[in-house]
């Protein structure tokens, strides 16, 4: 009995490093709450977004007079360190604009908004605890929990063909992923004897060394841990898990796959940053190489692979694409290609890239959607061919639409060409050690790449400045002053972060302790 | 026969396969959720055998557990996304489900 009472003196002591999570987990009921009484409110959804800001504001408020020392909680569930604490500043920021972009639009009427708000707030809630599990069970269960909304908002817009065939698509796709990837967790559980995160590289070592067969286990260890990164390579939407992302993208109502496209997929490379960076390389890390067994896995080699495969393939299916949101989405995977070469290079240079390229990347994903929302909203539609002459209609729209498409392409003097610089300044700080031939061509392959991106992405461009309209631009709804400011405050994000980057290269370098345990 | 752990996993595998291949040749949505379920049930299988037979405690059995209510969550879900297929398209067929391609 002593000991359960110890139990509870543990989990009652972690609440108090747990407070960003309850407020999320009140301001969820909250909101539902809310949304009741306003319902026939004439500034409804003005109040409904200042309640969403709020609660973000409080969770943002708590997550700095939180304490900075890295800890674990509830029973090693969950740690605090300051790894987590910088994505839960990037879920804040990207849940704070998709907050902002959804409230003047037309995706969500008025009558739903606050139920969209409410379901927002319980995936950043998912998200916070993605970013900070360390126990598989918690890896699990966050991802589960982020997955589901993601399903139910995918599918928002009721009586949409798009939308219904999108969440059923993703429900199909993200119900198998995280099945396989339970499968495989339960195997690492029978071989390990553990579910923490924090404990699997010395089980690893204490396995090697036990007499049992050593073929057989390294086998067993290498399914196990394939079918765990099908569930992590399915959030962050990398090949061959990607099939669902174009569907899902176009369903969805646009704000949200805005959202999606940040939140999620910074929250899958925190769960692969603890997983196979922060438990399974060892002190061996720095001197193995890449095709080198790291924790008895060759998981370095494997994500390389991946990582070409992403980048290659988002790239050239972007090549043929006419609906702006399908773009979007294959310009995604490619990034997610991208931040996948800083992970195979397993390093803290590579984690710091990577958190680096996420925190540029929510700006400039972010900012490209709310072009797609605004032009969707005057001409109806997401076809490049409405995007011709949009410099002459929306100057504004254009311009700031041409900045972030440079700096995804990662365009000096753009921020992307930052992120981008770090990524590939991670891979070839490898290229003399061990292995270094391969990380050479991953380098080559990832600078080709780019190249290829180019193409596509001034395709919009040209669309946008050369290229006469397609038919004579109907009268165009007056653009909402939010959309006006979000879009030049993103814009000027973009460039000023291009030119003096020591503020994220501070930050970064003073986030990367990670909980070991 | 004395029952040992490899028939548990042996049984835990089969579920997980079955899951799989009900997953990609049913047409029914229903039927393809309810694969879904049997590759949870699967390594729900694995997580109770390895505890009772290798690890000891009760972690296993708690990771198991949790997945039994999620696995009801995530029905619960897709059946409602199931539903709204159906309003939209009038059947649940995931041939017809197909209009996105690029």
Known sequence: MTNLLSLVDVNLASAASFRPELALTFGTMAMFILDLFWKNHPARPARLATGALLVLGVAAALLVSQPTAPGSLFNGMIATDGFATFFKWLFLLAAGLTVLISAPGKDFPPARLGEFYALLMAMVLGLFLMASATDLLMVYLSIELVSLVSYVLAGFKKGDRRAAEASLKYVIYGGVASGVMLFGMSYLFGLLGTTSIGQLAGRIQHLQASGLPAAATKLTLVVAMVLITAGVGYKIAAVPWHMWCPDVYEGAPTPFTAFLSVGPKAAGFAVALRLFYGALSGPSAVTAGFGEAVGGLPWPAIIGVMSVATMTLGNLTALAQTNLKRLLAYSSIAHAGYLLMGLSAASDRGVQAIMIYLLIYVVMNLGSFLVVILVAEATGSESILDYRGLAKRHPLAATAFAVFLFSLTGIPPFAGFVGKWYLFVAVLDRVPGPGGNWYAVLAIIGALNSAVSLYYYVRVVRAMFIDQPYAEPRQAPATPLMYQLLLSASAVAVLVFGLWWTPMIDWTSASLQIFKG | ?102
């Open chain 2, 1 to 102: 026969m004395q029952i040992s752990l490899s028939h548990f996993l042996i049984v835990g595998a089969l579920l997980f396969c079955f899951g799989l291949v009900t997953v990609t040749t049913r047409r029914n949505a229903v039927g393809v959720l309810m694969g879904v379920e049997l590759i949870l049930n699967g390594a729900n299988v694995n997580f109770a055998a390895f505890n009772h037979y290798v690890v000891g405690g009760v972690s296993g059995q708690i990771f198991a557990l949790f997945v039994i209510v999620l696995a009801a969550a995530e029905a619960a879900v897709g059946l409602a996304i199931v539903l709204a297929v159906f309003q939209t398209f009038k059947t649940i067929d995931v041939r017809y489900a197909d209009l996105m391609r690029e």
